[in-house]
């Protein structure tokens, strides 16, 4: 919808998704379509993420709504009032406390055609700020194959904050 409406067709809007990937200086990126299906000829690295997102962060709507972990859609003569969650647990303490990383300041997860977790996140502890990117993670399922005994990613997304807000400090040299 976004690129309909920016561009027209999505054709140019991924034209405009690949320069901005230029821009922000992404040497193993190429997107094919905006919606991040799979595709042979779509792939990009966890640094390149890491460099689009810092880029974006600069935009403070970006930054907000890629912070935001609820969004309340107003009622139209269509449909009434809806309250949209993010499936970024990460962020949302209503969804999976367990999950739930009070540092965390913005994010998105999502799932690939193979089903692979990737989170990216930003958070932050004190004056530190970072950036994680996890590509790549597997859910764990109960015995019976299918019941989801943990969602890939999120535990191992807080594990890689841990070591970058706390495994390191800062010094005047």
Known sequence: ILANHICGNERTFVSLMNEYAQRAGCQDTNFT?????????????????????????ENETFKEIFGADYYAVEATNLSEKR????????????????????????????????DMGCVAVTAKKGNLEVISILLGASSAYEENGY???????????????????TGYRRTQI
């Open 33 to 57: 379509n905006c919606s991040g299906y799979h595709d042979e000829m779509q792939y990009t690295t966890a640094r390149d993420l890491a460099k689009i997102i810092d880029m974006a962060l």
């Open 83 to 114: 309250h949209i969650s993010t499936n970024n647990y990460l962020m949302n303490v209503d969804s999976f406390d367990v999950y739930y990383d009070s540092r965390v300041t913005g994010g998105r997860s999502g799932i690939t055609s193979t």
């Open 147 to 165: 019941t989801i005994k943990s969602y890939g990613g999120f535990p191992e997304t807080s594990d890689l904050l841990d070591i970058g807000l």
